[in-house]
């Protein structure tokens, strides 16, 4: 079966700048990744993998510039068996960076395709991205702020260095001599193969340790409990997130560490309902003061303030109060509070309220009024 045109596999023209590719790839990574996909999982791999082959040649200006030239053909002896295998993808960390700004996906899929699955020695990987959520209540969120959080991740173990050594000391592996990888010769018929994989006794490092360290059981690494002070943006909404970089897990191999991601949660009021940056409030008012206008103080999200009400307000009327609502996040301004109006009727009147009541209706006309309505005269 011939192979798409690597840039109509990513949608963009020839001249499309590296910029360009990057973005391409980026989304349609995050859209054919099996792990997250809406696809069926077996083409959603063949699309991940048709992608990531398009982004191996385009992004590389070497692999590009003999694909411009030759097509297909120019790129025969730039994998390893003739044609792309994921040992051939030398971005795994870009796929990290992607999957890393999602909170963490790739899981199994990813893990198989970049972990131990490489050619050679296995270079310094990020380490694990966490997730934590906080529950804030409604005026925290709007006010903004500093939180303590205590996080449990894991560390270089102090003792070894993360080397998981006793006192840090460490040996080239016998077993692939320091390479990293074995190889394993099978000769069939007049053709020879050579298959080559990461070294089982020392993971594909090259170096093992001569006697494991003991504080860490050789695992390099131990759980501490971290706290840290986050900065809580006014505004922030339900949902939101926010990143700390080296916040996550330590390299399980001196790679750099992990991030962390704090999940916001807000809490619903029982008063306001929150519409982005606009919060909305229904707030009773007696038929007098609806009816005769005033002045009505109603709770703002920030404390109190006044509302004027026209003479004649309806129910269900809505009134704007203009910059009473919450902190636009990462822009200027804040949003609005609008308050309906629910007109209260009492329950119980007093012999006086009755009488004044019935006066009201005799001077309004009203029952007649409506009856004359609906009898058309």
Not at 10 to 25: E, F, P, R
Not at 323 to 342: E, P, Y
Request: proline share 5%; hydrophobic share 30%; aromatic share 8%.
């Amino acid at each position: 079966m011939d192979k798409r045109d690597y840039y109509e596999v990513l949608g963009v023209a020839k001249n499309t700048s590296l910029d360009g590719i990057k973005k391409a790839y980026r989304t349609l990574a995050r859209k054919y990744h099996p792990d997250v996909t809406k696809e069926e999982k077996k083409q959603a791999e063949e699309k991940f993998k048709e992608v990531s082959e398009a982004y191996e040649v385009l992004v590389d200006p070497d692999k590009r510039k003999l694909y411009d030239q030759y097509g297909h053909a120019g790129l025969t002896g730039q994998f390893s068996n003739g044609g792309f295998q994921w040992s051939d993808f030398t971005h795994a960390s870009d796929l990290r960076d992607i999957f890393g700004d999602m909170g963490g996906f790739g899981g199994g899929l990813f893990d198989m395709l970049f972990g131990m699955g490489g050619r050679g020695r296995s270079g310094p990987q990020k380490g694990q991205s966490l997730r934590y959520d906080i529950e804030l209540p409604l005026e925290e969120a709007a006010a903004g702020g500093t939180r303590e959080i205590s996080i449990p991740h894991a560390v270089s173990c102090e003792a070894c260095k993360g080397t998981g050594a006793k006192e840090g000391k460490i040996s080239t592996c016998p077993t692939c001599g320091g390479k990293g990888q074995t190889s394993q010769v099978q000769q069939r018929g007049y053709s020879r193969f050579v298959s080559i994989a990461p070294c089982a006794r020392c993971g594909g490092k090259g170096q093992v340790a001569e006697a494991r360290c003991p504080e860490c059981a050789g695992r390099g690494q131990e759980v501490k409990t971290q706290k840290l002070s986050i900065d809580v943006p006014p505004g922030i909404d339900d949902g939101m997130r926010l990143r700390f970089s080296g916040a996550g897990d330590a390299s399980p191999n001196g790679g750099p560490p992990g991030d962390l991601y704090v999940v916001i949660h807000v809490r619903p009021h029982e008063l306001f309902k929150r519409d982005g940056a606009d919060v909305w409030l229904d707030w009773p008012v007696s038929f007098s003061d609806a009816a005769l206008g005033s002045e009505v103080e109603v709770p703002t999200i920030d404390g109190k303030a006044l509302l004027n009400l026209p003479a004649g307000t309806q129910d269900d009327a809505v009134f704007r109060m203009k910059g009473n609502g919450l902190n636009k996040v990462n822009s200027r301004g804040k949003g609005d509070q609008f308050v309906r109006i629910k007109i209260r009727v009492p329950k119980k009147l007093t012999s006086e309220q009755k009488a004044l009541l019935k006066k009201f209706a005799e001077l309004e006309g009203s029952k007649k009024g409506l009856l004359d309505r609906f009898r058309g005269t």
